[in-house]
């Protein structure tokens, strides 16, 4: 999804690392930090309950849409013309 993004609305620059707020944000494969502070800057996911991400923990089904959800309708996701 932040690849999508990246194509319609262009690339984006991170400033923090927003991993650091979540209790397990540090078992984060470092491949995959970018694309989940992109995801989580752009309002795209949110994370779970007790401030938990779970970098490690395959998505549901519910949880993929509602990451395509967020990224076609919600008005909290950051748009960002090119």
Do not use: C
Request: net charge positive; no cysteine.
């Amino acid at each position: 999804m932040v690849r999508a993004y990246s194509y319609q609305y262009g690339a984006m620059s991170l400033q923090n690392d927003l991993l650091v707020g979540f209790v397990d944000g540090d078992h984060a494969a470092d491949w995959a930090r970018n694309g989940i502070n992109q995801a989580i800057e752009l309002g795209l996911m949110t994370g779970q309950a007790d401030r938990q991400f779970g970098p490690r923990i395959q998505a549901n089904r519910a949880e993929t849409a509602q990451v395509i959800y967020n990224y076609l309708y919600s008005p909290t996701v950051k748009r960002i013309k090119k």
